[in-house]
């Protein structure tokens, strides 16, 4: 499986931005999605996440209530809607897919697949 992140960008602070993973075949099913995000200086973090069985969502505490994670299943991308965006948000953004159990849905080693990361900027 490859994935393809996209639609990062430059953004000021209140503004939006909607980030795709497109996944090369059909992950719906087999996979659980997460985005994650590396600030600079600072280790890779979890954003959010979509398990694969029942489509149950968790977010960071520092996103929810502003970021919505979803999947189009037909098209094999899922996206990451942010909304509100504050200076803190400024990341390289990273999708990753797995047959990644909820209680292991924060750690990093737990994903089997990464996409190359889209850089998010907000400006203050």
């Known amino acids: 499986v490859q994935l393809q992140a996209s639609g990062g960008g430059l953004v000021q602070a209140g503004g939006s931005l909607r980030l795709s993973c497109q996944a090369s075949?059909?992950?719906?099913?087999?996979?659980?999605m997460g985005w994650f995000r590396q600030a600079p200086g600072k280790e890779r973090e979890f954003v959010a996440f979509?398990?694969?069985?029942?489509?149950?969502?968790d977010y960071a505490d520092s996103v929810k209530g502003r970021f919505t994670l979803s999947r189009d299943n037909a098209k094999n991308t899922a996206y990451l809607q942010m909304n509100s965006l504050k200076p803190e948000d400024t990341a390289v953004y990273y999708c990753?897919?797995?047959?990644?159990?909820?209680?292991?849905?924060?750690?990093?080693?737990?994903?089997?697949?990464w996409g190359q990361g889209t850089l998010v900027t907000v400006s203050s």
């Open positions: 075949e059909h992950t719906s099913i087999d996979y659980s």
């Open positions: 979509i398990r694969r069985s029942n489509g149950a969502r």
């Open positions: 990753a897919a797995g047959r990644t159990i909820w209680g292991l849905r924060k750690n990093l080693g737990s994903y089997d697949y």
